[in-house]
């Protein structure tokens, strides 16, 4: 007998995509007129909010990324991913991609590294978990200020997602024999980390060899074809959860949270979109549930991912597994903390908000009030980069310590 394969390249699997595929286009030649909006509403979205949040930032990670900053900052991080995750110092580079360019960056540069040979594949994996991370111009300026109209509660979720994600990466880290004797197949060096911080950019100015000109003009080109690339997944996600939602039978609609629910589950942008608006839900649980959809990062993520790791021995399985309990985190520290951490982010007095917003009265149309970041978005500038600056000089500080302490053991 014959055995079924199942598998990304099988003719099943080609298959099941083709007939997927053709139901797809039928149910919009149907619904022709509900199926427009959806992809309407999915690009004013991106137009709107992620667009422009994102562009000056994906350029400014670029310009880091070919000066050799980000490959300083991830020899920096050394220390601290060997201590906390068992994972050698190649993955620096990895968190801090994750960090700046948000997923799937993170899961990108895991994957280059991993055919590199520069990872075990159990080592790729835990990298691959804990630099799956969300832009933090998507937590604060999109969410926070574009959806909630309140820049705290943006720095509160990026907050509760750096942490939960910590917190998930030392749930998930295997032990090993000696957790400085890596990949790298060497201890952990002790000479001072700023100076193999400072080579490491060196030499990463040397490999990549472009001029300031060429790193601009590459990073306004790449950063536009990375969010029109966004801009697709957004719009078919949001077709794609508009057709779902048509093909339900109408007694599951009729449940208040479905709708939200199946918007959450299929895009990140989206879903947190759908859920800023929900009425039905409190603003603690609104930020809880918004924390747990960036956690989860949305099928449109999970199939990106799924499609760079697919050349690699890294799991999706376990990264499906990383994905839940990371949202499970966040959704539980989002509500132990909510009234400690936002009390302390009240204090801390950051810059009101435009007056645009203030103005904006929840009995215009929805196309009216929605705030266009075209006019305010360089001002939450200065505060996202803070926080991101704040954490990662906690990390290196971290990093600091613990090569200390290694050095002081040594001797």
């Known amino acids: 007998m014959h055995r079924i394969k199942i598998g990304p390249e099988s ?25 427009f909006q959806s992809s309407l509403s999915g690009m004013t979205l991106w137009w709107e909010y992620v667009f422009p949040a994102l562009l000056p930032f994906l350029i400014l990670t670029e310009i880091m990324l070919g000066s050799g900053a980000i490959h300083a900052l991830g020899t920096l991080l050394d220390p601290f991913m060997r201590f906390f995750f068992r994972i050698s110092g190649n993955s620096g580079w990895a968190l801090v991609m994750g960090l700046f360019a948000g997923y799937p960056a993170g899961a990108s540069t895991t994957a280059k590294l991993r055919e590199r040979q520069a990872l075990l594949p159990l080592e790729a994996e835990r990298v691959l978990f804990v630099s799956h991370l969300s832009n933090p111009a998507v937590m604060i ?33 295997r032990s090993v024999d000696n957790p400085t004797a890596l990949k790298d197949g060497s201890a952990a060096p002790l000479e001072p980390i700023w100076k193999r911080a400072i080579l490491s950019a060196k030499q990463a100015q040397l490999d990549d060899g472009r001029k300031f000109g060429k790193i601009l003009g590459d990073g306004v080109t790449q950063s536009i074809q990375t969010l029109m690339i966004i801009g697709g997944w957004m ?28 918007v959450a589950l299929l895009e990140p942008h989206l879903g947190a979109y759908a859920i800023a608006q929900d009425s039905s839900l409190t603003l603690v649980l609104k930020i809880a ?5 960036l956690g989860w990062s949305g099928l449109s993520v999970h199939s990106q991912v799924k499609s760079l790791i697919q050349s690699t021995e890294m799991r999706y399985l376990s990264f499906l597994w990383a994905r839940l309990l990371h949202a499970a985190l966040a ?38 009030w929605i705030p266009n970041l075209w006019t305010f ?35």
């Not at 699997?13 to 007129?33: E, G, K």
């Not at 750096?162 to 749930?171: E, H, Q």
């Not at 509500?335 to 302390?344: E, G, K, T, Y």
């Not at 978005?377 to 290694?406: A, D, N, W």
């Open 331 to 368: 959704f539980i520290l989002s509500i132990l903390l909510w009234n400690p951490l936002n009390n302390l982010l009240e204090q801390i007095h950051l810059s009101s908000l435009p007056a645009n917003l203030e103005a904006i009265k929840p009995s215009q149309p929805k196309t009216a």
């Open 141 to 173: 300026t999109v969410i926070g200020v574009g959806f909630f109209h309140q820049v705290t509660l943006g720095m509160f979720i990026a907050i509760i997602h750096y942490a939960s994600a910590i917190l998930m990466g030392l749930i998930l880290r």
């Open 289 to 293: 549930i918004v924390g747990a959809v």
């Open 377 to 411: 978005g360089g001002s939450r500038t200065l505060e996202f980069l803070l926080l991101l600056g704040f954490i990662l000089v906690c990390f290196i500080g971290i990093s600091l310590v613990i090569q200390k302490i290694q050095q002081w053991s040594r001797k």
């Open 11 to 35: 003719r099943l699997t080609s298959l099941l995509l083709a007939c997927m595929a053709a139901f797809l286009v039928a149910c919009i030649i149907i619904y022709p007129s509900s199926v």
């Open 235 to 262: 719009m078919f996600f949001s077709v794609l959860q508009q057709v779902i939602l048509l093909l339900l039978p109408k007694f599951i609609i009729n449940i208040g949270f479905v709708n939200t629910l199946v």
